[in-house]
Nanobody
C-alpha cells in the first residue's frame, strides 16, 4: 500500500521559512518523479515544484522560483520542499505526489498523493 506522508507545515510570519518533508512508503522514490502541489481555499490545486529521478532536473512554478527548493533523499525515501521568504499568498495545504512515468507539472500525471500539510503565512 502506497503512502505519502507530509510533515513540517505550520504558522509562520511573512519572510520566514519552513521545510516540508514527504516520507514515502510502499514505493521506492528513486523510481518515481516527485512533486509538490498546493491548494488554497476556493482555488484549484496548483503545481509548486517537481524533481526527476536522482534529482538531476527540477521545475518550479514562477510564483515560487528563487524562494523554494525541492530535493530528494532516496536513501530515506523522502522528498523535501525548503520554503524561504514566505509570503501570505503561499498560504495553502501542500501536497506531495508521485508520478510513475512522467516529469510533469500536471496534477493528472501523478498517481499517488499524500493527505497534505497546512502552511499558513501571516502578514
Amino acid at each position: 500500500q502506497v503512502q505519502l506522508a507530509e510533515s513540517g507545515g505550520g504558522l509562520v510570519q511573512a519572510g520566514g521559512s519552513l521545510r516540508l518533508s514527504c516520507a514515502a512508503s510502499g514505493l521506492t522514490t528513486s523510481n518515481y518523479f516527485m512533486g509538490w502541489f498546493r491548494q488554497a481555499p476556493g482555488k484549484e490545486r496548483e503545481f509548486v515544484a517537481a524533481i526527476n529521478w536522482f534529482g538531476g532536473a527540477t521545475a518550479y512554478a514562477d510564483s515560487v522560483k528563487g524562494r523554494f527548493t525541492i530535493s530528494r533523499d532516496d536513501n530515506k525515501n523522502t522528498v523535501f520542499l525548503q520554503m524561504n521568504t514566505l509570503k501570505p499568498e503561499d498560504t495553502a495545504v501542500y501536497y506531495c505526489a508521485a508520478a510513475r512515468s512522467r516529469f510533469s507539472r500536471a496534477t493528472d500525471a501523478y498517481q499517488n498523493w499524500g493527505q497534505g500539510t497546512q502552511v499558513t503565512v501571516s502578514s
